[in-house]
């Protein structure tokens, strides 16, 4: 069983800063790209930032120069450090990983539960 565990949204003003994470747990033998989407109600999921197991990371434009992802294999953790907030930020955010288990051996995509993220002045 594998399973992904998102913390640290909540309610910040805009310009503020948040700080997301998610722990990988279970019985995990590999962990690829990890990734964090973001959607708002009505709206299709959206890629916010991604990053290899190796580090390499990719964002979308809006968020280039703002948000940091990364990520500690040791501890099969991702996170996304957020700053300079938007109003358009605001969303539920969710944590994706590709995982090879332990026990089949096999590659299956995994999602977090979501955290809300709310901007508000």
């Known amino acids: 069983q594998v399973q992904l565990v998102e913390s640290g949204g909540g309610l910040v003003q805009p310009g503020g800063s948040l700080r997301l994470s998610c722990a990988a747990s279970?019985?995990?033998?590999?962990?690829?790209?990890m990734r964090w989407y973001r959607q708002i109600p009505g709206q299709s999921r959206e890629l916010v930032a991604g990053i290899t197991s190796s580090g390499i990371t990719n964002y979308t434009d809006s968020v280039k120069g703002r948000f940091t992802s990364s990520r500690d294999n040791t501890k099969n953790t991702v996170n996304l450090r957020m700053t300079s907030l938007k109003l358009e930020d605001a969303a539920v955010y969710y944590c994706?990983?590709?995982?090879?288990?332990?026990?089949?051996?096999?590659?299956?995509?995994?999602w977090g539960q979501g955290t809300q993220v709310t901007l508000s002045s």
């Open positions: 994706y990983a590709l995982i090879r288990s332990f026990v089949t051996y096999t590659l299956s995509h995994y």
């Open positions: 279970g019985k995990i033998a590999d962990i690829y790209d």
